[in-house]
């Protein structure tokens, strides 16, 4: 139903920064609460950051906060992923993600709408 696709992945060397995309067509996008999750190999998917429907909260892992800003623009039906002063340990595909039932949500059980992912490689 809500298709999701994220861009802007890459490879930076550490310290350096990426920004990241999330971007639909859907008209109701400002109806969504949108994540941001990682997934780096032999780990569980993690969750990296959350806005609400309007954009006015938003909530950070421990592990990025400071660092990652998480911002929307609902007028381009777009979400993004500001990631500044990379670490090797944020290797990981990033995965874009989206629900409706709560206005910001942490846990990736209440998300309903996901990207296909886009790979991020910081290198030391």
């Known amino acids: 139903q809500l298709q999701l696709v994220e861009s802007g992945g890459g490879s930076v060397q550490a310290g350096g920064s990426l920004r990241l995309s999330c971007a639909t067509s859907?008209?109701?996008?400002?109806?969504?609460?949108m994540g941001w999750f990682r997934q780096s190999p032999g780990k569980e998917r993690e969750f990296i950051a959350a806005?609400?429907?309007?954009?006015?909260?938003?909530n950070y892992a421990d592990s990025v906060k400071g660092r990652f800003t998480i911002s929307r623009d609902n007028a381009k039906n777009t979400v993004y992923l500001q990631m500044n002063s990379l670490k090797p340990e944020d290797t990981a595909v990033y995965y874009c993600?989206?629900?409706?039932?709560?206005?910001?949500?942490?846990?990736?059980?209440?998300?309903?709408?996901w990207g296909q992912g886009t790979q991020v490689t910081v290198s030391s």
């Open positions: 993600a989206a629900q409706t039932v709560y206005a910001i949500a942490t846990l990736e059980t209440r998300y309903n709408y």
């Open positions: 806005i609400s429907r309007g954009g006015g909260m938003t």
């Open positions: 859907k008209r109701t996008f400002s109806s969504y609460g």
